[in-house]
């Protein structure tokens, strides 16, 4: 792990330890945590052993144009060790959220740290980045987000893009995106990036990601879109537990009906867990206690990119772009549909009466030739 | 106007040799079958309740005769396309290409003559297509990329559930539309182009049949079609 700063850097277990937690307390959260990573049980050792040994990464947390949830999420997370110790206020070197200091000491932690660790930290950034009018929708310390983003970004090891903000300008990307909000990888070419989408993303995820590195000392592998595969391999719709009434056909149509109460599939009502890459149905929120599915609300698709501008939470219709909103593929489709059976109608029609005379041409010339035959000619 | 009418013999042509007549069948039912099973699957009627999940399995039945149909569509596509380079001249890719000067001639002869329906002054004996017209061939050209478009869209939602490498070979798809949102609605999209392809289609068999009566309905069927004795003699295929 880089350079040695024995007397400032511990590892995670002497953290751990120092929090006042057991060493019983340590393997279970060992086991807990290679469990979210997706890991065998055999695994639990060697995920163990790098808490033990592993000096605490150098994470710099910045956050820009966001609401913060996914830093709610992580702090929320399942175990009392990811709140207090992968992340809490003390290993955070510097996230405007959590840490103790403000203002002019927060920015001098935060230079110390990128001058310190540099090449070494975690760059996890919650929030987009507004490009429009020179970036001034979104300023911190008199600076713009832009500017705080190229500069962190600069020595950073990795970067993690924490939440739909980060990886593709959620809720303010939206249409029409007054402020130019733009996702982090469009703007960042030259470090590896991890994409965490979700608004907010798991917070057990989040952890098992941290983890994972320190454990590995490398990302986990990641698929197409920059997403680890361990926690977006699958889709909601795949890992749901009502799925055994989709596939019988068995669907709630309005929030209140008989089939509703009884768990039956919420697809009818606008669930997007068939095209949504998430794990929210195998790890479920807070403390595996539930997730929406579950609670009887469709997923809305919040890790899927743009899953603002996808049509309507509460039906499965999709929105054809460039119609407006009460214009769905189907409807579009349906007059298309009908325009053209017309226009064939009154092809048939006009046909009729404008090719009669070649029609009866033919007609007689299929007849003579008919005699002709018959008379063996 | 002359006095005597004129007669003509007709001779039987093989146009559709057997391939092309059971792609052409395989490639009907499969889409009238995809489109059904397409539709139900986007707007499944509820017509239960008060069941249990493992009473039923109806729409896992819907989805997996809709995949299974892909496949065979895609295979069905792949023989044809095959078959477009070994096949006799109206099976050809050739013919599917109005890249002569004398296609477009053909092209503009059928706008006229056949969609906007005008009566020429006097036959023209090159202007009778053997095989497919051209503009004909042109929107056989565009229901080819549509299939193109159901494959690589429809594919690339089923790889997620797959590991076979099939339709992993179209895992791509999603992430460079945008996701699996965006893929889905123009999957579903496109399925109309598919139904107005086909009302399109078969009306104008129909209006060739009734018009030209050379057999252009049956043609699919028997592979014969007739054709002027004099068309064939002047030997100008098209
Ligand atoms: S990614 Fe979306 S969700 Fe997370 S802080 Fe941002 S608004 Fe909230
Ligand atoms: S509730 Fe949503 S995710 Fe679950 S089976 Fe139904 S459509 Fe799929």
Do not use: F, H, K, R
């Given at each position: 792990m880089g350079t040695l700063h024995k007397n400032k850097r511990e590892t995670y277990f002497d953290n751990i330890i120092g929090h006042g937690y057991s060493r019983r307390e340590f393997m279970k959260f060992a086991a807990f945590i290679t469990a979210y990573m997706g890991l065998e049980h055999s695994m639990i050792g060697q995920v163990a052993k790098a808490l033990e040994t592993s000096y605490r990464l150098p994470i710099i947390w910045e956050h820009y144009q966001e609401c913060t949830c996914c830093s709610e999420s992580f702090i929320r997370s399942d175990h009392p060790i990811v709140a207090d110790i992968i992340l809490d206020n003390i290993s955070l070197d510097y996230t405007e959220t959590l840490m103790a200091a403000s203002g002019h000491q927060a920015e001098a932690a935060k230079h110390d740290t990128m001058k310190k660790y540099y090449g070494e930290y975690i760059l996890c950034v919650e929030g987009s980045v507004p490009l429009g009018a020179d970036g001034v929708y979104c300023t911190i310390a008199g600076r713009t987000a832009i500017d705080h983003l190229k500069e962190a970004a600069e020595g950073a090891k990795a970067i993690i893009a924490w939440g739909s903000c980060a990886c593709n300008g959620c809720v303010q990307g939206a249409k029409p995106n007054p402020t130019d909000a733009t996702p982090i990888h469009k703007i960042i070419k030259n470090k590896p990036i991890v994409q965490m989408p979700g608004c907010p993303p798991i917070g057990e995820a989040m952890a098992a990601l941290i983890v994972h590195y320190v454990t590995f000392g490398k990302l986990p592998e990641l698929d197409r879109a920059g997403r680890p595969k361990a926690f977006y391999g699958k889709r909601v719709h795949d890992t749901c537990y009502r799925r055994p009434y989709f596939d019988a056909g068995l669907f709630a149509e309005s929030f209140d009906d008989e089939n509703a109460k009884d768990g039956y599939c919420l697809y009818k009502v606008g669930c997007k867990g068939p095209t949504t890459y998430n794990a929210c149905g195998s790890m479920r929120w807070n403390n595996g206690v539930s997730f929406p599915i579950q609670s009887g609300h469709g997923c809305i698709?919040?890790?899927?990119?743009n899953f603002w501008d996808h049509g309507p939470f509460y039906e499965r219709l999709t929105n054809v772009p460039g119609f407006s909103i009460e214009n769905t593929a189907d409807k579009v489709g349906k007059i298309a549909t009908g325009a053209v059976v017309a226009g064939l109608a009154a092809h048939a029609v006009a046909a009729s009466i404008s090719k009669r005379k070649e029609h009866k041409k033919r007609y007689t010339r299929g007849r003579i030739n008919e005699e002709k035959i018959d008379k063996n000619e | 106007m002359e006095k005597t009418i004129q007669t003509s013999d007709f001779k039987r042509v093989l146009v559709w040799e057997l391939p092309v007549r059971i792609c052409h069948w395989i490639t009907a039912l499969s889409v009238i079958i995809l489109t059904v099973t397409g539709l139900i699957i986007a707007n499944p009627p509820v017509f239960m309740s008060g069941a249990e999940a493992s009473e039923s399995y109806w729409f896992g039945t819907v989805r997996m005769i809709h995949f299974i149909t892909a496949y065979i569509f895609l295979v069905n596509a792949i023989v044809r396309i095959y078959w477009a380079f070994r096949g006799n001249y109206y099976a050809n890719w050739r013919a599917l290409f109005p890249y002569t000067k004398r296609s477009w001639k053909n092209v503009w002869h059928v706008l006229k003559?056949?969609?906007?329906l005008q009566n020429e002054e006097e036959e023209i004996l090159k202007n009778i297509s053997i095989g497919h017209n051209y503009v004909a061939s042109i929107s056989y050209l565009v229901l080819f990329l549509l299939a193109l478009v159901q494959i690589f869209t429809g594919f690339g939602l089923y790889a997620a559930t797959s590991g076979w490498w099939l339709p992993q070979l179209f895992a791509w798809v999603p992430d460079f539309l945008g996701g699996d949102a965006p893929t889905r609605l123009i999957h579903h999209a496109a399925t109309w182009l598919f139904i107005v392809f086909t009302l399109i289609h078969v009306y104008l068999v129909f209006y060739h049949d009734w018009l030209e009566g050379r057999g252009e309905t049956s043609a699919m069927i028997s592979g014969y079609k007739f054709v002027r004795k004099e068309r064939l003699e002047s030997d100008e295929h098209i």
């Open positions: 698709g919040c890790s899927e990119a | 003559v056949d969609i906007l």
